[in-house]
């Protein structure tokens, strides 16, 4: 979604500003700009639809340089992907400004503006900022006191930077809703909308708080809380090799992702080697709360309210805790009932995502007995927000459709499990075994990324379809889900997920040569009856893929391929199965020729509702 970069420095930071969106590029946009204050104090402004490297080429055939600057990927909300609607928006040839979020009063500014004489030319719920910005300076007041001035009268969320030719050192920065941190440099400061954009300039950051504003020259950065008072905020520094955007040997971050999972499972779960060890990865406050929980509560958006789903089976079956899951969407704007007891777990790779946020702020303060997030970013707003914090160890993700994040989630889930099993009578040799099975667990993906090249071959019966179901039972149900979701992102062919069970109550209509069924069929419980669902499939003419354990009795047949999948505990099978989904995906999509990384319409952190 949106990204924002900004600086001012002593040097010309054009240069700072391309690499700092390129390095947002992963984020998901449709169109780029950049607004630069030159040595004459003019503004100049470079804005294009499409890619960064478009952005780069205005830059090359007309080169404008300056020491202050902005610069932002936007992904459309108000007004289609255009050069006119791209930001930096401006105001009286003074003003540019750059917003990511939604201001929800923009139809009431814009009437408002447009009779004080401004005229407002996009169709961007963001350019009436600019406008606003500029009416408080015209009538006398500072920057800062503009900036307040503004932000007062926007109801919705922002991250904003803007600078002001009679300001010339000068970029003013605010958030609330979105986020912005601060990049601390000597004889330069800088702003973006994550950490990301600015690794090649500093490893020191302040991250903003709700409602804070920051005003940074080339030698002072200052923070302003809501009430207008100067606070200090800590400087972080972030560690070397957390955040590395190099795509090595691989074609795509994607595949590189899905790669890297034996190491990032095996990171997250690091060190638990027994479920007192476990516990503790959820902090010094897990053992208090976790000992009142009666129930929980899981609230997530897309591939990480799937993590939600495969964990409501095994917190009901493994630790007999009732458990509820709902996509944070709905769950924020619903009257709800709770139970005494119920424990918040927000699932957020990025920890930023809008509705997972309001979700959790909208939680009352005595419907919960606390929160938990499950997350791949530290210090993101979910982080700073709840009680309890489990930190997976993905290392950044980049490619759009989530591969990794969504693993690691499960293991921290399983772990979870783990840690309210133990205060529910599970016995010691239980934890042990599932203690085991997922120290196991990087082998067995190990195993499944070995079959690369089996799953490119059958991929191959997908280029041509234009939709295809995926099938699951019990635990594989939600697996089956995120199959399909990951299969339309990338590839945009039209996927649906169904418990297996349900085919006769309607989707068997759908089945005929030309829908392919995806089958993920470990040896559990439910084989048998998962056997007899895909009979029902491949007697109506439908071509069956069947991601099948070794041991599970399935052959190659006619209209039946099979995938054999290692053959591994009961436990981890959900996020074996996983991987081998990714890559048929990913295969897909390659051969389709989409942008596997950046797939149309999608964004990496949904900041916005
Ligand atoms: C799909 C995908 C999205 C995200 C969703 C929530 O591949 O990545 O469905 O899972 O937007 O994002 P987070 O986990 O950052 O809250």
Known sequence: MCGIVAAAARREVSEILLEGLRRLEYRGYDSAGMALIDEKHNLKIHKRKGKVSELENAQRQHPYHGNTGIAHTRWATHGEPSGLNAHPHISGQRVALVHNGII???????????????????????????HLLHSS???????????????????????????????????????????????????????????????????????????????????????????????????????????????????????????????????????????????????????????????????ACGTSFHAGLVARYWLEEI???????????????????????????????????????????????????????VSNVDNSSLVRECDLVFLTRAGIEIGVASTKAFTTQLVALLMLTLALSRRRGLSESRQQDIITALQYLPRCVQQTLELNDAVQHLSEAFISKRHALFLGRGIQYPIAMEGALKLKEISYIHAEAYPAGELKHGPLALVDDDMPVVAVAPNDEL?????????????????????????????????????PMPHCHEVIRPIVYTVALQL????????????????????????VE
């Open 319 to 373: 630790a007999g805790v009732s458990c509820e899951v709902e996509v944070a969407s709905e769950f924020r704007y619903r009257k709800r009932v709770q139970y005494e007891g119920t424990l918040l777990v927000v699932i957020s790779q990025s920890g930023e995502t809008a509705d997972t946020l309001a979700a959790l702020r909208n939680a009352n303060a005595d419907e919960f007995l606390g929160s938990l997030v």
């Open 137 to 299: 300076l015209s009538a006398g007041g500072s920057l800062l006191q503009a900036m307040q001035q503004t932000v007062v009268k926007l109801e919705g969320a922002y991250a904003l930077a803007a600078i002001d030719i009679a300001n010339p050192d000068t970029v003013i920065g605010a958030r609330k809703g979105s986020p912005l941190v601060a990049g601390v440099g000597i004889g330069e400061n800088f702003l973006a909308s994550d950490t990301m954009a600015l690794r090649q300039v500093t490893d020191r950051f302040i991250y903003l708080e709700e409602e804070d504003l920051v005003c940074i020259t080339p030698d002072s950065l200052q923070v302003y809380n809501a009430d207008g008072s100067k606070v200090q905020r800590p400087v972080e520094r972030i560690k070397e090799g957390l955040e590395t955007a190099d795509l090595g040997s691989f074609d795509h971050y994607m595949i590189k992702e899905i790669f890297e999972q034996p190491a990032a499972l095996e990171a997250t779960f690091a060190g638990a080697t027994n479920a007192q060890k476990v516990e503790e990865r959820f902090g010094l406050a897990a053992p208090a709360l976790f000992d009142r929980v009666k129930k929980v509560q899981i609230v």
């Open 584 to 607: 048929l995906s990913y295969h897909v999509a390659l051969q389709k020729g989409t942008d596997v990384d950046k797939p149309r319409n999608l964004a990496k952190s949904v900041t």
């Open 104 to 130: 929800e009063n923009h139809a009431a500014l814009r009437v408002e503006l447009s009779e004080a004489g401004y005229e407002i030319t996009s169709a961007t719920d963001t350019e009436v900022i600019a």
């Open 527 to 563: 084989l048998e009856k998962l056997k007899s669902n895909l009979e029902e499939v491949r007697s109506r003419g439908g071509e069956l893929f069947v991601f099948a354990d070794k041991e599970a009795g399935f052959a190659n047949e006619s209209r039946v391929r099979i995938l």
